[in-house]
């Protein structure tokens, strides 16, 4: 299994003209795979010798505009960029703080913007010693009594008290977990572990070594 990393953006707070917001891709087996998606996110995309296209999965550490500005206006890229005449799209899976889910609806709602593509949004839902007492906000409440027939779908994920950690993607070759980080606001970390791969013997030639 090959690995790459590219880092897009590594400024903090807002870009500059030589450095982008936050956002990183890895490329994995032909998917790419975006962590963070700060404003000028595309435009560090088309620098690169990435696809747009390839992008599967993307990952939100935390809520703050220097981490997700860019993401709506990367969907609707996508979206421009997609064959609407392609059956059975694979969706993007979208992971991040609950409250996601609801901040890319109403952005794209608002900005009467049409997907062609279909995505779902996964949720974690943070516990209160991830951020001081006074910034926590309970997300949990949002369009609760509203209906929302064309939001997203998703799961709704839940910190697991025995791993301490949130179980996002498992596949034949790695494991994707999300854990709890400290910040201003509720943060989370992202932990890719590749599984054993147990290697070929050739017992005849051990046997005839002794």
Known sequence: MSLELTFLGTGAAYPSPSRAASALVLRREGQCWLFDCGEGTQTQLMRSHLRAAKITKIFITHLHGDHIFGLPGLLCTLSLQSNPDQPNKTPVDIYGPLGLRSFLWRSLE?????????YTVHELVPTRDQCPAEEF??????DRDE????????????????????????????????????????????????????????????????
């Open 147 to 210: 209906a929302l027939p064309q939001g997203p779908p998703g799961r709704v994920l839940h910190l697991d008290p025995e791993e301490d950690s949130y179980l996002l993607v498992e596949d034949e070759q790695v494991v994707v977990r999300a854990f709890r980080l400290f910040h201003r606001v509720p943060s989370f970390g992202f932990v890719l572990e590749e599984k054993p791969r147990p290697g070929k013997l050739n017992v005849q030639k051990l046997k005839d070594l002794g």
């Open 110 to 118: 608002l900005s009467h913007s049409q997907l062609l593509f279909p």
């Open 137 to 142: 906000k309970d997300f949990s409440a949002l």
